[in-house]
């Protein structure tokens, strides 16, 4: 093995020093808390009559039969280091509420019925959760983008670049759960429950 000499070792040891002192440090968090909707009715017609009429109101579409509302904040740590300023921590912490609909007339339907009904909300708990994959997959990838960010010693607007360039990232994500929405739409309304509902 080759041996390293004195001075080698020493600058190994100032380099490994220096990338102790200044750790980038970029984390995404997230929380997930679960609401129900009560929704009335024994029958595919009935239940979706109900539901339609009192839908669930996502924030970022209107009426809805579940969702996923969420909301974000920021942390930001800024320092000066080899002449420039960077991030030294970011954390992103993302709280989600993911509501389902709750059949409360589950026990008078018959046995069809709740079969389908059973079927329908796991869809909807997989349509949902599949948003929440896309918002932190999104995450994961603009949070140590932005830590990469660099600004002037002095610090000034580091912070507020930073920022920017996470909500515009944020922004595309919006578009990706859009197209997802799309995509998806199809498959709900083809399912067994729903049919069986609009025939």
């Not at 869809?123 to 948003?131: C, F, G, I, P």
């Amino acid at each position: 093995m080759e041996r390293l000499g004195r001075h080698a070792v020493l600058a190994l040891m100032v380099a490994l020093v220096a990338l102790a002192q200044h750790p980038a440090n970029a984390e995404v968090v997230s929380t997930t808390s679960y609401g129900s909707h009560p929704v009335k009715g024994t029958t595919p017609k009935s239940v979706l009559a109900y539901m339609n009429a009192h839908p669930i109101i996502d924030p970022d579409d209107g009426p809805a039969y579940a969702n996923l509302t969420h909301d974000h904040t920021v942390s930001i740590r800024t320092g000066a280091s080899g002449g420039a300023c960077r991030v030294s921590s970011i954390t992103f912490r993302w709280q989600f509420v993911l509501t389902l609909p709750t059949a409360v007339d589950y026990a008078r339907m018959d046995g069809a019925t709740k079969s389908m009904w059973n079927a329908f909300l796991a869809a909807m708990k997989r349509h949902e959760e599949t948003h929440r994959a896309i918002f932190l997959g999104c995450a994961k990838k603009f949070v140590p983008a932005a830590e990469r960010l660099v600004g002037p010693a002095s610090c000034a607007g580091l912070e507020r670049k930073v920022r920017q360039s996470i909500d515009k990232a944020y922004q595309a994500c919006m578009n990706e759960q859009r197209a997802f929405e799309k995509r998806d739409r199809p498959r709900i309304l083809g399912l067994p429950f729903v049919r069986a509902a609009t025939r």
